[in-house]
């Protein structure tokens, strides 16, 4: 893709769902949510965007973000603590 052209709608949805897959890999409990959290705000604000240059530079950053977030969760793996959360213990009834 080029910087003058629009990202498609499957471009989109297949960058958020980068991003959340690469958030699972976090080991930390407060880090994956977070990364989560973020990601899910951001693409909604940006989901009112129409001009097609706000949407390319959206989603670029979103691309950069991404490379952003896959570094780190290898980091964080190197340094995960043995420990889970107590979130993580918690059972939840559905």
């Known amino acids: 893709m080029s910087a003058s052209s629009t990202p498609s709608p499957n471009q989109i949805l297949s960058l958020f769902r ?3 897959r690469v958030a699972r890999d ?3 409990y407060n880090i994956r949510e977070y990364t989560k959290r973020r990601t ?3 693409f909604r604000q940006n989901a009112s965007l129409s001009d097609p240059s706000s949407i390319s530079s959206a989603y670029s950053h979103g691309k950069s973000q991404l490379a952003v977030v896959k ?3 290898v980091v964080y793996s190197l340094y995960a ?3 889970r959360s107590v979130m993580e213990l918690q059972q ?3």
């Open 71 to 73: 570094r780190q969760a």
């Open 26 to 28: 976090f080991p930390d």
């Open 81 to 83: 603590s043995p420990l």
């Open 92 to 94: 939840v009834p559905f």
């Open 40 to 42: 899910i705000d951001a």
């Open 18 to 20: 980068s991003i959340l």
